[in-house]
């Protein structure tokens, strides 16, 4: 891994001067792939963990680490939902639940989610790194550039580059940890892989497109 990561960070400064590194992600059941996170002591959404590990630290996630429903969901260590999900993506029940109108009615979001594919995480944790902080043997499945303007649109053309077909990037609609762990995940096993960008949930966290790539 030691030239490969050196190449890629050679290369990234090159083109992309000083913008940030991106993060690698993969599944492990080894505990000593790197520190457990500590479990939250309340709700917290996935996305606001992944700000140290940005920053240069290393963390093993489990069931019991993630401080949201859909993180443990869209990470694929469980398969609960919220009640009145329906409503909560929508138009909310007055004097009940707030709505986060993404979708126009309950009755939409039914429909999404019966389209919507399953994820079943690989192993019992989630391990995310900054690329730079990456071990000679370690090899991630998915690579999670945080990216603005000007490097998603390098990256969009670099992973067109060796592609015939007019969809080599999409973006579906998903949670933001979904789009960039359960899409990139179902993506790097399907017989045609996409590399994905996610726009994001801008009611959840700061506003800045995401770009996971497959390896």
Known sequence: MRVRKQDFLERWKKYFGAAELPVACWYTDDEGAAERAEPPKEHRCFLADLKRIRQGADFRFDLDTIGCSGGRRYL???????????????????????????????????????????????????????WDRLGENEDPAVVIFFAPPDVLSGLFTLANFDEADLNGVYCPFCAGCGSIVKYPFLEKDADYRATGISASFCSMYPPGPTFPGRR
């Open 76 to 130: 694929g260590f469980s398969e609960d939902i919220r009640p009145n999900f329906e409503y909560f993506l929508s138009c909310g029940i007055p004097g009940v639940l707030e709505g986060e109108r993404y979708k126009k009615s309950p009755e939409l979001v039914m429909e999404f989610e019966k389209r919507s594919p399953r994820f079943t995480a690989p192993a019992r944790t989630i391990v995310f790194k900054r």
